[in-house]
């Protein structure tokens, strides 16, 4: 499997681009806050991953990271700082010095350029694969049906699914469910990908599967930001480790400081437990 | 399957546990003799009550006869069956507007939706037709126009604007499209919330999620029910009766009240309930099968799917017991039926 993008972008999230140094960041956040009930969980967060970089998230579970993740395509509404992906504010827009809250059509578009893969899959399970992954290319982004197809089992090859295109999810195991939910956010060709645990919900065997597919799309330049508790993974293929506990971020760096030589105690007993 | 091999010549004691290891389990199967004698008692039940009926001298036979393909009957029938389904269609569509309404963000949606069903569900059906019917006695005269000014686009009387048809539709629509709706609002409501934020996370809007992601799913839960509710549809549609509709139970009593024939008349509307009932069943099923696609591994053959594998059984049986596959597979399945 090799280069599972499709034709680089132009512009400063091109995959692999030659990034002046100083480029701005792809992804910004600045002091993010989010209550659920008058419960804080993120207690401004601020952190920056560039084009091209992937960065792990980690955490005991209900340290936020989760939440985070939502943040930044906007299913969830944050309650302070900002959040931005190429330059542009997420869920909101500013103008003339205020901030108005967008619609739900431009947070659609704004979606569009942020695929998310989930820890459930959430695969739609009336459509067959090819379906799921050409769905919102052929009903959203209005390409022809041809070409989305071709695109659709490309997809699918790359992910090492070419046979079961016309599967239906529930015919599907874990892993490949995971892998044609992967295939469907490529579909929209994203500058930026986000993973909320996505071998959580898989049998141990199948989990290998997955991570390769992850690593070939790293190699290949995709910006990914992963919640994962794959400490290997993690020091494998992460540019950055972000560790997150009870909403605050506690220690950031390559993961060889992070995960090698762990400053916080938080850290060292987090990832003495895990591993 | 069964092995023609010969018996190995070992230990026969053992060469016996040895082929249980190997071969599926061949077993007498239960008897059921309770099963038996309980259907005994059932079919002569039933057949006492059929000739008690049949030769009840208050039933005229030949009446029923006269009167089941009659064309005023016939008519009947036609206007039952599009009241049916044109209210059914339309209430239909009111319901999936009510429900999306009532699960919508906007308060005010919600709210008019919420009151939409609390009166329509709150009173009887009788009386909302009886209330559609005169509706001439409360609005003599309909008009078009802007609210507390003089200006009228167009104004016509009640009566010639909603006959008789007209108001009995009306009713049964809108009566339908409450019940409906909280069907279609449970419905959407079964699907799993990770479903609208895969659709969002893919750029898609808030409607194209309903029509194309929620819509297709909830299908899966709203068919069963109102597959009831159509059918209770039907016979419903016999109390437009009170105002005058001429659909089939209106036209037999007004047959039966000519010649006195109430009994026979009932009987021939029944019938006709019955078979329409039956009619309406089989949309259903293939609906079911239609939405439910995903959800098994695999859909079991549709009835006439089972008829041909039966015929096909049967055209194979000579080839004797190098039989293929198929038939092994349809074995099986009636083995299960049992």
Redesign the interface.
């Known amino acids: 499997m090799t280069n599972l993008l499709s034709d680089p972008r132009p512009g400063p999230s091109a995959p692999g681009a030659e990034r002046a140094p100083g480029a701005d960041p792809l992804l910004v956040a600045r002091k993010v806050r989010k209550s659920f009930s008058g419960v804080e969980v993120l207690k401004g967060i601020s952190l920056s991953v560039d084009a091209g970089e992937v960065m792990c998230l980690l955490g005991p579970s209900g340290s936020g990271k989760s939440t985070f993740l939502r943040c930044i395509n906007h299913l969830e509404r944050i309650d302070g700082g900002r959040i931005s992906v190429d330059g542009e504010l997420i869920g909101y827009a500013e103008r003339r010095g205020k901030i108005y809250e967008m619609n739900r059509r431009e947070v659609a578009r704004q979606r569009r350029g942020i695929g998310m893969v989930f820890q459930r899959f959430n695969l739609f399970p009336h459509m067959t694969a090819l379906e799921n992954v050409t769905a919102a290319p052929i009903g959203v982004r209005k390409l022809a049906r041809p070409g989305a197809l071709t695109r659709g089992q490309e997809l699918l090859d790359r992910v090492g699914l070419a046979d079961l295109a016309q599967s239906y999810p529930a015919q599907l195991s874990g892993g490949q469910q995971q892998r044609v939910a992967i295939a469907r956010s490529l579909a929209m060709d994203p500058k930026l990908l986000l993973f909320d645990e996505p071998t959580s919900a898989l049998d141990p065997e199948l989990v290998g599967d997955v991570l390769d597919v992850m690593r070939t799309l790293a190699a290949d330049g995709m910006t990914m930001i992963v919640v994962t508790h794959e400490v290997g993974f993690a020091r494998g293929a992460a540019d950055k480790v972000v560790f997150m506990d009870a909403g605050v971020v506690v220690e950031s760096g390559p993961p060889s400081r992070v995960l090698d030589n762990p400053q916080n105690p938080r850290t060292r007993a987090f990832l003495d437990s895990v591993m | 399957m069964l092995s023609t091999s010969t018996p190995p010549d070992t230990n026969p004691r053992q060469s016996l546990a040895e082929e249980a290891d190997d071969h599926d389990v061949i077993a007498v199967p239960l008897r059921h003799p309770w099963r038996w004698v309980f259907a005994a008692v059932l079919a002569v039940g039933f057949a006492a009550m059929a000739a008690s009926l049949w030769a009840n001298e208050n039933v005229n036979h030949p009446t029923i006869n006269e009167f089941i393909l009659d064309p005023r009957i016939l008519d009947g029938v036609v206007l039952t069956l599009v009241l049916t389904i044109v209210s059914m269609v339309i209430s239909t569509v009111l319901a999936v507007l009510l429900a999306v309404m009532r699960l919508s963000n906007n308060p005010v949606m919600g709210a008019l939706s919420w009151l939409y069903v609390w009166v329509f569900r709150g009173t009887p059906l009788l009386i909302q037709i009886v209330f559609w019917g005169y509706l001439g006695l409360l609005y003599s005269q309909i008009s078009l126009g802007i609210p507390f000014t003089d200006f009228t686009v167009f104004s016509m009387d009640t009566n010639t604007l909603i006959p008789a048809f007209a108001a009995g539709l009306l009713a049964l629509t809108l009566n339908q499209a409450a019940y409906s709706a909280e069907i279609v609002r449970a419905g959407m409501l079964s699907v799993?919330e990770?479903?609208h934020?895969?659709?969002?996370?893919?750029?898609?809007?808030?409607t194209?999620t309903l029509f194309?992601?929620v819509l297709?799913?909830a299908m899966r839960v709203i068919i069963p029910p109102m597959g009831n509710e159509t059918i209770s549809m039907l016979k419903n549609t016999s109390l437009l009766s009170v105002i005058a509709v001429l659909e089939v139970y209106t036209v037999a009593t007004q047959i039966s009240s000519q010649n006195l024939r109430q009994v026979e008349l009932l009987v021939v509307v029944s019938c006709w309930y019955l078979f329409l009932t039956t009619i309406l069943s089989i949309p259903q099923y293939y609906l079911e099968r239609h939405?439910g696609?995903?959800?098994?591994?695999s859909l079991p053959p549709t009835p006439l799917e089972r008829v041909w594998s039966v015929v096909r059984r049967v055209g194979a049986l000579p080839r004797g017991p190098e039989a293929d596959p198929a038939e092994s597979q349809n074995q099986s399945e009636r083995t299960d039926a049992s």
Do not use: L, T
């Open positions: 799993d990770g479903q934020e895969a659709a969002y996370s893919v750029g898609m809007s808030p194209f194309k992601v297709p799913q939405f696609r995903g959800n098994a591994r």
